[in-house]
């Protein structure tokens, strides 16, 4: 593989000096000195926020206040980075949602390793986890960036829920057990 010698036109002298890089540098740094200002107020006032933004996940509540997460581990398979820990656990039969087969027990997302990419939305086939539009999360540890089970329904919070399908599974449930 041959060497190809490119040839260059030599630097004439004011861009051997760099003076009219150094004007034009501080000529932009003065129209933002002496221009209208257009900063914000952070965090009070925060940017707006595009509809499709993949924020912070975090597990949601079904409009009856119960747990939609049944511990399928799907978003915990499918998370590149492998951010999202889940322990399965158990739900007893004296439970009001005994029919659900589990929820979690423990489970985490350590935002340290989230790339946001939304494939853990995807993937649940109970519409449990979702990315909010919260974008700012700090923490003075480590350990303060693992998101646990409890902080991820803290932001989630409650979702409209258009499907009800544990109110249709337990009618259907209850409709069998009376005949």
Known sequence: MAVVP??????????????????????????????????????EQRPAIPPNYRGVPTLVFDPHGREKCVSCQLCEFVCPPKAIRITPGEITSDDPAAHVEKRPQEFEIDMLRCIYCGLCQEVCPEEAIFLQNQYSMTGLSRAEMVNDKQRLYELGGTLPDAHFKWDKKKAAEEHSHSH
């Not at 030599?10 to 501080?26: C, D, S, V």
């Open 6 to 43: 490119v040839p260059r036109k030599p630097l004439t002298f004011a861009e051997r000096t760099y003076l009219p890089q150094i004007a034009g540098g501080l000529w932009t740094t003065l129209k933002h000195f002496v221009g209208p200002k257009d900063t914000m107020e952070y965090p």
